[in-house]
């Protein structure tokens, strides 16, 4: 708690917002802070080093799995040349001044990002620390700072010798360096290091970590919502003398936004059993009222005449024109569905009343979005609403809604209570598959042109698909001569040296609210893209890695980091060495993110089953700092990744969801994939993602990998749609 | 009217009624959150205690079905094969959203009870009903060996 208690102290004593593109406000009076009773000194808004030499690092992004309470650390620990084991995790507050995600410029969490654009950021707020201790110990000691050295959270100088809480309150008067001397790579201990342990292990692994689920305020109401069945139907009516009598039962009321009722109990189950006896009437006239195949068909026809021609490169009369002269011509249509997150916490967060307002407990993902949409929802100013981020049970980007959904239904209920009670929203896992912000439907259809050699002549490439950017705060920034970048993402500005490559682009249609699901366009844009490819090879009689580097040939800095990874891939999953009848292997290879990424899958295929026996990932993200969080991510994104191919599909039947929970949304379990390899790739470039860019080439390899195996070329996901059985 | 339960070697007084799932007796009566909801449908596993030592769903276990059992979670877990499974967790790195890992856990621990140096095929198939939608799998594999090979040695 005391960790907690200096983290609000700071904020009471510092004055001054950052403004835009500065990193650091270090050096700021701490009397307040001192006066109030703690002990702990504050650097600047990132580090606090107490008396015992505990250092608080204040991690702006929140932690979803990613890895981020570790990576943003090491950061820091690595500038103060900090023990790793003195230092403590805590989330930072709400504010964009200080906070905000510099690739963003709002402060909030996604795009993997978190490294990339923390950095130069973290390390600075490490080493400007050091600095001032440094200094601290030279004169105390009578010393030249050049005399000092810190080691493992020991400072040392002549002859003398101090633990970094020994100079903190000295340190704590100094003004730091504006610019401090940050280390070259060559001197980095902790950065890079192979086996730096996760600083959330331990809390996961006894049932201590806290998500907002479990969080229990006294005088704690819950509330789940009594949502419409279908996207845009409205609330007529409802009856709620069902739940009456029930135990625990505190309650319904509709919200004020008619998409629901908002149903109370004095804990979880009552709230849930009471909204399984309530019933509403609903107005299902502007609602979806379509089947999926409908849905389907509907963005097929808009195949027909694209609305946008998205390369500046090539249109449509150009590759027509180079397929009107090609020896042979290879086809295929991609559908894609509808995908849940579902993150293992379902949707939760707390709401409860302050002094000044209210205080959200949150996994919170986009706290920028978040802050002024409840202070809205609430008629408060934003200065009246505090959020605490807390660990979140998964995301992949579901806890980043462009209008914060589940937590303007917590504030909703919260007011519907009379603004004293504290409330948690909860969402039931039916709640989560059912209730939309789904990576969207799409369909593609590929027409590639190959000349008497074999080699691509040209490609008419065309999709449709809902835009996910549009309509939200990030259109203006995302959007461009009606395109949204989130639907082309991946396939427009491919690297391959492609001739005659034209992308037309048409907006799909529904009411189905959608949303980015890890790796966004580039979940279904790699697809489409990598196992064409693969179709051109085998057409062409030419091997799927040759052709490849053939596409990227060049001193073009993408393509020869793309290249780099396929080599990597190839050579480690023994690429062209001859396998058993019934084993194939497939590749492929995709940036995104900023990360390079190629992966082979190696599958057995004994009729229609696949057991899939390896996956090799190699990986490309510039520098690696912590190199078993990436380890881990890539296992994580090829598992969602390989997880969506087979089995997942959220489908619309007269506009409602089929998918209940997970006995009818079938996620990766234990034991389908054999084994994970993952190489990475020596840089010294600027570190870039690595929570999405595992997933994009993961299906496609694998259904290469199918392909090679003797089976079907798979272009409709999930797989399973093939008739294929997975061990 | 109380019912008593045993849970971790401690009798607990609850008022829960008949009808209500263990899992939210321990969660929302009890406030031990160690054990997790995921699906509420005995699906995913996240809710895995350990009733008289065999690996349970408690969001499809009764409170009114608890009577002279003994419930272990996540907060009671103790002992040596516990700890290996616990430690190797923290070796390798398992967790990542962490939500799971619970549940994960307890089914570990079950297995390595009963059957002390499993096969991949043994963890795959005592482990088919936890879902890591993190996929830590590979390394839940790795680490349950791991904890074998430690309470072996």
Known sequence: MTLITSRRGFLAASGTALGAGA?????????????????????????????????????????????TSTGLPTLVAEELDADWDQIAVTFAPSDNARYANLAFGAQGTGGSTAIANSFMQYRQAGA?????????????????????????????????????????????????????????????????????????S?????????????????????????????????????????????????????????????????????????????????????????????????????LENPQFQTRAEADQQTSEAALAGAAQVVEAEFHFPNLAHTPMEPLCCVIAPTDQGVKIY????????????????????????????????????????PNSDYQAEAAMAFALLGRKTPVKLAWTREDDLTGGYYRPL??????????????????????????????????????????????????????????????????????????WWRAVGHTHTAYAMEVSLDMAAEAGGQDPVDLRLALLQGEDKDRQRLRGVLQLAAKAADWGTPLPEGKGR???????????????????????????????????????????????????????????????????????????????????RMGTIGTIEVHIQPSTEAPTGVGEPGLPPSAPALANAIRAAGGPRITVLPMTKSGLFFS | MGRKLTI?????????????????????????????????????????????????RSCQTFVEDLE????????????????????AWRDLDVVQCGYCQSGQIMSAVALLNETPQPSDADIDAAMAGNACRCATYQRIRAAIHQAATKAEG
């Open chain 1, 23 to 67: 990193v650091l406000t270090v050096g700021f009076s701490t009397k307040g802070l001192l006066a109030a009773g703690t002990q702990d000194v504050v650097f600047n808004p990132f580090v606090s080093i107490a008396e015992d030499g505990t250092v608080t690092v204040v991690v702006k992004h929140f932690e979803m799995g990613q890895g």
């Open chain 1, 128 to 200: 400007a620390a050091r600095a001032v201790l440094v200094e601290a110990a030279a004169k105390t000691w009578g010393l030249d700072p050049a005399e000092i050295s810190v080691e493992k959270g020991v400072i040392s100088g002549g002859g003398k010798s101090a633990g970094l809480g020994d100079f903190a309150l000295a340190a704590s008067s100094l003004t730091p360096p504006q610019e401090p001397l940050l280390k070259s790579p060559e001197a980095f201990t902790l950065i890079g290091k192979a086996d730096l342990p996760r600083k959330d």
């Open chain 1, 202 to 302: 331990r809390a996961k692994t006894d049932g201590s970590a806290i998500f907002a689920t479990d969080l229990h305020l006294p005088g704690m109401v819950t509330a789940v919502i009594l949502r419409a069945p279908r996207f845009g139907a409205t609330l007529t009516s409802f009856d709620a003398s069902g739940a009456e009598g029930q135990s625990g039962y505190l309650g319904a009321q509709a919200l004020t936004t008619g998409t629901g009722v908002a149903v109370f109990g004095k804990d979880t189950w009552s709230a849930i059993q009471a909204r399984q006896a309530i019933t509403a009437e609903w107005d299902f006239s502007q609602a979806e009222n379509r089947d999926t195949a409908q849905i389907l068909a509907d963005h097929q026809a808009l």
């Open chain 1, 362 to 401: 949150d996994g919170a993902q986009f706290q920028a979005i978040t802050h002024p949409t409840v202070a809205a929802v609430l008629g408060l100013p934003p200065s009246a609403v505090e959020i605490e981020t807390v660990y979140a049970g998964g995301s992949f980007g579901r806890r980043a809604t």
């Open chain 1, 442 to 515: 799409a369909v593609h259809r590929a027409k590639i042109g190959l000349d008497g050699e074999g080699a691509i002549a040209g490609w008419d490439h065309r999709l449709a698909v809902k835009p996910i950017l549009k309509g939200t705060p990030f259109e203006s920034m995302l959007v461009h001569n009606g395109i949204d970048h989130s639907s082309i993402e991946g396939l427009s500005d491919t690297f391959y040296g492609l001739p005659a490559f034209s992308v037309g682009l048409s907006d799909g249609e529904s009411q189905v609210p959608v949303l």
């Open chain 1, 586 to 668: 497939g590749i492929a290879v995709h940036k995104s993110f900023g990360s390079y990424v190629a992966i082979v899958a190696e599958v057995a295929r004994d009729g229609d089953e696949v057991a899939i026996e390896r996956i090799v990932c190699a990986v490309d993200c510039g520098l690696a700092v912590n190199p078993d969080v990436i380890k881990a991510q890539m296992e994580g994104g090829i598992g969602y990744g390989i997880s969506a191919a087979l089995r997942e599909e959220i489908t619309l039947a007269g506009g409602e969801v089929e998918q209940l929970n997970f006995p009818d949304y079938e996620i990766l």
């Open chain 2, 8 to 56: 971790n070697g401690e009798e607990r007084a609850v008022t829960a009624e008949a009808g209500t799932p263990l899992l939210w007796v321990l969660r929302d009566e009890l406030q031990m959150t160690g054990t997790k909801f995921g699906c509420g449908v005995a699906s995913c596993g996240a809710c895995t205690v350990m009733i008289d030592g065999w690996p349970t």
């Open chain 2, 68 to 87: 002279g059992s003994e419930v272990t979670t996540i907060e009671g877990l103790s002992g040596p094969t516990a700890e290996a499974v616990q430690q």
